[in-house]
């Protein structure tokens, strides 16, 4: 068991609550936006209920889950790592003024779009035009993420000059791997916002091309995922096994997994656009094999786990095949929450390869199925397991008992419950042709009977996903306002079997990077160039709410 005083984690603690706490808050408006989506689309009359108020539902919940939820979640966690295992978060300063421009950033955007000003869905594909304030606002927030990288780069080599010679901290080594996933993948986004949708949202150009847009977007959109699971791995490799009594199977599977992310995660955009034209088979083709290649550190990831979680079983005496499962702490919602949305993952991941193939891409593209793909992946693999960790970092952060434990114990059951009910009536209604984002699936007349039954089991399941979600808030709401006081738990973090003593290969991130940016490199530049060279006409924007 690797301990660490808490008083190290007093030093950032308030940096990490701060983000904790916007992370929660867009966590909740976010479900709500969810909720609004399942019963519309089921035809569940409620009030103000019109197209509007669904894209406007459709767009919020995206942004707000996708990258609000996310990133503040993802950043804070960074700094709870930073002065745990390297002693120190350098720039502190910094760290807070990166806050607060993310922050402003995410309600300037937000407000546009509560506003209905800014309808343009999680994509915000041109030639839906939103208010310039929501690409400023999400530019802000992608502005303080790169600050925060930074204080988590300066922390960790200022540790390296005391520390030569010595494989950093495994927490510290996966986040510097989301880092640099995230630095390869925004930078496209920077490219398409500030180069492209403002000056066109702020009239100073008339038309953008939306498939140069478009190309920008999933450079950026696919690797997203890996910033988000990078964290979450952390969690898994990191944490899980010391919360469920056991070891870490193996470190160097683990470092080894992160760096494969960083060099396979970004080049794979081209399958999300095998409708598109402009780009050729050929480099569609390689972007599928790159999609495939980096399955491959989750499927390592998935042995490592379970492995190690095999291990805690039988340090408390399990000895068949498999009654280890039996003996880990199903009831303690931090070990819950997590596991759980480790087995959602595996259902998520072999949906994910049917996406990447050409043919089978086909039969779902656009279709309800992806709706019901998506929320097993970031819905449940990596919201869940954020839930879980807040549960596990709030009494070490605060220095106050968790609150309602019976409810917090309940809550991630019923999200999985509720994301079967969801998640698979979409994957069915999708392979039968219903459209994803749709207002109402009565609007294709008797087809659309044939999918009112898989609907109405979609709304109740975005109705049970809704109350798991009111559960998460309120436990944390009431522990970090009337939660106990207590003396803060050490933070403690699962000690591997073998425990590495010198650099190895998967700690050159100066090596990883450089090959990283050339792959990224021969995956773009050509097709690039090619979609810029082509006759360019444009469009003007659209905004139809």
């Given at each position: 068991m690797?301990t660490?005083?808490?008083a190290n984690?007093?030093s950032g ?8 706490a916007?992370a929660?808050?867009?966590f909740a408006l976010?479900s709500v936006?969810?909720a609004l ?6 035809d ?16 919020a919940?995206?942004?707000?889950m996708?990258?609000v939820?996310?990133t503040?979640?993802i950043m ?5 790592f ?28 937000a407000?546009?779009i509560l506003r209905g000003?800014?309808t343009v ?6 030639p ?5 304030l929501?690409?400023i ?10 600050m925060?990288g ?11 000059r ?9 927490s510290?080594h ?10 390869l993948?925004?930078?496209?986004l920077?490219v398409e ?6 000056p066109?949202?702020?009239g100073?150009?008339d038309?953008?091309?939306?498939l140069?847009?478009?190309t ?12 988000w ?13 010391q ?6 199977f193996?470190?160097?599977?683990a ?7 960083v060099v ?5 955009g081209f399958?999300h ?7 050729t088979?050929?480099?569609k ?7 495939y290649?980096?399955?491959?550190p ?7 786990v ?21 003996r ?13 949305a480790m087995?959602s993952f ?16 086909g ?9 019901g793909?998506f ?6 693999t990596?919201?869940l397991?954020?839930m879980?960790?807040?549960y596990?970092?709030l ?11 019976t ?14 009910f969801?998640s698979v009536s ?6 039968r042709?219903?459209p ?6 009565s609007?294709?007349?008797?087809q659309?009977?044939a ?6 089991i979609?709304?109740?399941?975005g109705v ?22 207590i ?27 450089i090959?990283?940016i050339?792959?990224v490199?021969?995956?773009?530049g050509?097709p ?11 469009s003007?924007g659209?905004?139809?709410?």
């Amino acid at each position: 068991m690797d301990t660490r005083s808490p008083a190290n984690a007093g030093s950032g603690s308030s940096l990490a609550l701060a983000h904790i706490a916007v992370a929660v808050a867009a966590f909740a408006l976010a479900s709500v936006m969810g909720a609004l989506q399942a019963l519309s689309l089921a035809d569940v009359q409620f009030p103000q209920r019109s197209e509007s108020l669904y894209y406007l539902s459709v767009t919020a919940h995206g942004v707000l889950m996708a990258l609000v939820f996310t990133t503040f979640f993802i950043m804070g966690l960074g700094y709870v790592f930073a002065a745990e295992n390297l002693g120190r978060i350098s720039g502190r300063a910094v760290g807070w003024a990166a806050f607060w421009i993310a922050a402003v950033g995410s309600l300037m955007a937000a407000a546009t779009i509560l506003r209905g000003q800014s309808t343009v869905l999680y994509t915000f594909y041109p030639p839906l035009q939103a208010h310039p304030l929501f690409y400023i606002g999400a530019t802000l927030l992608v502005v303080g993420s790169w600050m925060w990288g930074g204080v988590i780069i300066a922390s960790y080599r200022s540790w390296r000059r005391e520390h030569p010679g010595v494989p950093a901290p495994l927490s510290i080594h996966g986040m510097l791997a989301a880092i640099i996933i995230w630095y390869l993948a925004s930078s496209a986004l920077a490219v398409e916002v500030v180069g492209m949708l403002i000056p066109w949202s702020l009239g100073l150009v008339d038309k953008v091309d939306p498939l140069v847009a478009r190309t920008f977007f999933w450079w950026f959109g696919h690797p997203l995922v890996y910033f988000w699971l990078l964290p979450v791995y952390v969690i898994w490799y990191y944490v899980l096994p010391q919360v469920a009594g056991g070891r870490l199977f193996s470190d160097p599977l683990a470092r080894m997994a992160f760096i494969m992310f960083v060099v396979l995660s970004t080049p794979v955009g081209f399958h999300h656009q095998f409708a598109d034209p402009g780009i050729t088979a050929g480099w569609k083709l390689a972007h599928t094999i790159m999609t495939y290649a980096v399955m491959y550190p989750s499927f390592v990831t998935a042995f490592t786990v379970i492995a190690s979680l095999e291990v805690a079983g039988r340090l408390k005496g399990a000895k068949g095949l498999f009654n280890w499962i039996g003996r880990l702490p199903w009831s303690d919602p931090v070990f819950s929450s997590v596991a759980l949305a480790m087995i959602s993952f595996t259902f998520g991941g072999f949906g994910g390869a049917i996406n990447a193939a050409y043919a089978m891409n086909g039969m779902v593209h656009n279709t309800a199925w992806i709706m019901g793909h998506f929320h097993v992946t970031l819905g449940t693999t990596v919201a869940l397991t954020f839930m879980g960790t807040t549960y596990w970092l709030l009494p070490r952060l605060l220095g106050r008992d968790l609150r309602f434990k019976t409810l917090a114990q309940i809550q991630p059951y019923l999200w999985v419950a509720g994301m079967v009910f969801f998640s698979v009536s979409y994957h069915v209604a999708g392979l039968r042709g219903l459209p994803r984002r749709v207002y109402s699936a009565s609007l294709a007349g008797d087809q659309g009977a044939a999918w009112h039954g898989l609907t109405q089991i979609a709304a109740a399941g975005g109705v049970m996903l809704f109350l798991s979600a009111v559960l998460f808030v309120t436990v944390v709401f009431v522990t970090w306002v009337a939660g106990r006081r207590i003396e803060a738990p050490a933070f403690e973090f699962a000690v591997p079997l073998v425990q590495p003593t010198t650099l190895g290969v998967w700690d050159r991130f100066g090596l990883w990077t450089i090959v990283a940016i050339l792959l990224v490199a021969a995956a773009y530049g050509y097709p690039l160039v090619q979609l810029l060279a082509h006759p360019r006409f444009g469009s003007p924007g659209f905004k139809p709410f």
